[in-house]
């Protein structure tokens, strides 16, 4: 009894902190001027109206604010979703070759014509989500049209997988890189991670034969290839033949692909391949618990060779969190529990941004705050913080 209570106070101050974090974006990162939403908002609040504008941020805005509309029925989310898709399919969406542009200018003409796979990952995962809030069958096509370009265009047909990235016509790049601090690899965990996702929520909203089994190729992917056999940890980077080029452990993405391995299983109910990736799973939570937990309760951000970064980085405690309460449900092990709210304890005294809204990037170890990292940005999005915070309340409901 004790329990619920506790996890009802806790939904119920998640609840009140996504409608703070949604508030922010409503309020505050709506272009007025040019359309759509701004491309940069600093640390302090300060807008950029003519920063350019990512496709990564402007899909997982439309993820967001359609999972919040669904979820809660609020109609500002809805008018927020509608105008993220909006925008998508007008500047973003490529007329002569299909696919999504990876950066608009601030007037939303073609910047860099690049076609990255996480960013047509993340349309399918933005257009099936609006879909499922909304029922725009057009949505659901723009999602299946992206399905059939990954498909064709980035997969592998000789080791299986998916390449980073080419031209706007299709054809090879020589930097496939997905940022500047990413290895110069042919394939990724992190690409790989973010094609699974909106694959597993594209079969919600069309349960396909095809769709289906590439999922569950990909789950298998990560057991075989992704997951190191001997750490327990993700590799990162890959040769096109699946040869491991890095030696970065990235414990946000470790315990993130927990929860997302466990639900891609679960919604194609592939009752085999359900058993097998819960025990992947486990080792992927426990494993980030065992190295990468900081006394405070925290999730360090990542690990290269002998040196570990102890940022707390705000998209990885909101993962964590939901990685936890996944395993919890698999095991119902409390400890999981206590571990989630200890991080839940840390972002709110930590990483919530009383004053400006949202929240920081990341504070060090003295819980300082990167004030030259972005509020919103071409990577800062409300996309994992409110995700994780749907997910937990909608989780804690069904109990």
Not at 122 to 143: M, R
Not at 169 to 185: E, G, I, T, V, Y
Not at 270 to 296: F, P
Not at 354 to 360: A, L, T, V
Request: charged share 25%.
């Amino acid at each position: 009894m004790k329990k619920m209570q506790t996890l009802q106070t806790l939904s119920s101050e998640m609840q009140d902190e996504l409608s703070r974090i949604l508030d922010f974006w409503s309020s505050q990162a709506v272009d007025h001027e040019y359309g759509g939403f701004v491309g940069q908002i600093d640390s302090a609040g300060q807008t950029f109206p003519k920063a350019t504008k990512g496709a990564v941020l402007n899909t997982r805005l439309l993820w967001t604010f359609s999972a919040a509309y669904r979820s809660t029925s609020n109609t500002l989310y809805r008018s927020m979703a509608d105008r993220a898709f909006n925008y998508l399919i007008t500047h973003f969406w490529d007329q002569e070759n299909g696919g999504l542009f990876w950066a608009c200018d601030y007037q939303g003409n073609p910047l860099n014509t690049r076609k990255q796979a996480y960013a047509q990952g993340f349309g399918i995962y933005a257009f099936s989500e609006y879909f499922l809030a909304t029922g725009n069958e057009e949505s659901l096509v723009y999602a299946q049209k992206l399905f059939v370009l990954l498909e064709e265009k980035f997969r592998d047909p000789q080791f299986d997988g998916y390449l980073e990235a080419l031209t706007a016509d299709w054809q090879p790049l020589d930097d496939m890189r997905l940022s500047p601090k990413d290895a110069n690899s042919p394939k990724s965990m992190n690409t790989h991670l973010h094609i699974l996702e909106p694959y597993t929520n594209l079969y919600r909203a069309w349960p396909n034969a095809q769709l289906k089994e590439r999922i569950g190729l990909l789950v298998k992917l990560f057991q075989q290839r992704i997951i190191d056999p001997l750490t327990g940890h993700f590799n990162l980077f890959f040769n096109l033949d699946w040869t491991v080029q890095s030696n970065i452990v990235s414990y946000g993405h470790d315990i993130e692909g927990a929860w997302l391995l466990h639900e891609a299983a679960l919604v194609i109910k592939d009752t085999k391949l359900i058993d097998s990736v819960r025990q992947s799973a486990l080792r992927l939570v426990e494993v980030t618990l065992d190295e990468g937990l900081a006394a405070d309760g925290s999730v360090w951000y990542e690990k290269e060779g002998a040196h570990t970064d102890k940022d707390r980085h705000w998209w990885v405690q909101a993962e964590a969190m939901v990685g936890l309460m996944d395993v919890w449900e698999i095991e119902k092990n409390d400890h999981y529990i206590h571990h989630l709210i200890a991080i839940w304890e840390f972002i709110k005294l930590n990483l919530v941004d009383r004053k400006n809204g949202e929240w920081f990037w990341s504070v060090d170890e003295q819980g300082n705050p990167k004030l030259n990292e972005d509020k919103a940005g071409f990577w800062k999005c409300p996309y994992h913080n409110s995700r994780a915070l749907i997910e937990l309340t909608n989780r804690i409901a069904k109990l």
